[in-house]
């Protein structure tokens, strides 16, 4: 099983990479990978991204893909992606319901990973990932991810 999302995961970096390349803008470059993982990944059952908004000390979500979410901005520390806003760490949680600072989007989310987003090494903002399976991220999705947001922050930004 491994293996075949590794190959998922090689397969879906080459296609963001040739898409950001093509010189989309930041919104179309971001909705696009949101899209493409929730179409692709069968445990990503919501997948955003939230970029800093210094100013207001918030998260603004910037893209996404899945049901509608009212948690548009979000104040750093609050909830797991206000805490990665603060910590610049990533963060799985296999069990939300276990979490004590958990923002629930959805009574269906049962885990959640968020990965910070880096431009020349300053947190900019994250993609989280919600999953309605227990236990549903591991270390490859994690390093996934890293690679999805180093293509986002040399494209993008």
Known sequence: M????SMIFDSL???IDRKLCSGVSKAEGLQFICQLLFNHVEHYNWVGYYLHNQKKKELVLNAY??????HTHIPFGKGICGQV???NENFIVDDV????????????VKSEIV???FVNE???????IDSN????????DSAFLCEVNHLVSVHLF
Do not use: M, V
């Not at 893909?65 to 009212?70: D, I, P």
């Not at 399976?133 to 490859?140: D, I, P």
């Open 2 to 5: 491994g293996q075949f999302f």
């Open 13 to 15: 970096l080459n296609i």
């Open 65 to 70: 893909a899945g049901a509608l979410t009212e």
């Open 85 to 87: 806003a603060l910590s």
């Open 97 to 108: 319901n276990a979490q004590d600072n958990y923002i629930a989007c959805s009574l269906d």
């Open 115 to 117: 990965i910070p987003l």
């Open 122 to 128: 300053k947190n900019i903002g994250q993609i989280d």
């Open 133 to 140: 399976h227990l236990g549903a991220f591991s270390e490859k």
